[in-house]
């Protein structure tokens, strides 16, 4: 997973050129075959802090003949990724969502993680079941999301 790199280069479209020469990229690859039952995914690596990169999921997971709720949250910051994640025994503090805002907290062994995503206006992709892509999904690409890396120890 790349979780922040440089782009440069250009596309065309049509007659229109879209400059990428300075831009921050992320690459992700996804071997599932449906999405779960609910989740929520975020993914930014535009922060003030130009080395810094975030993503983060939450979700009813199936497993077996059953499912479970876990997560799995990188950031990226200075060369350092922080993780927390259901399976490196991770906390989720809070999670508060509604029609416009996520409110997620949570800790590991050494830091806490304070996210704010403000939902932006977007659109409805088709997605995958195991009958085929008959699921529609709303996702945007301008959501703003803010988030707040504090140590345990220096509560810096």
Known sequence: MGFDHAVNGTIQVNQDKVDFVGGRGYIEKDWG??????????????????????????????????????????????RNLHHFATYTNSRISNLAVNDEHVFWTMQNRTHFLEIEAIQAQGGLLLAPTPQGMGRRIAETLSASIFVRLTNKQTKK
């Open 33 to 78: 075959k449906a999405f779960p039952q609910a989740w929520i995914w975020m993914q930014s690596n535009h922060f003030a802090y130009t080395h810094a990169s975030l993503t983060a999921s939450v979700a009813i997971i199936p497993w077996m003949r059953s499912s479970f709720a876990g997560f799995i949250v990188g950031f990226w910051q200075n």
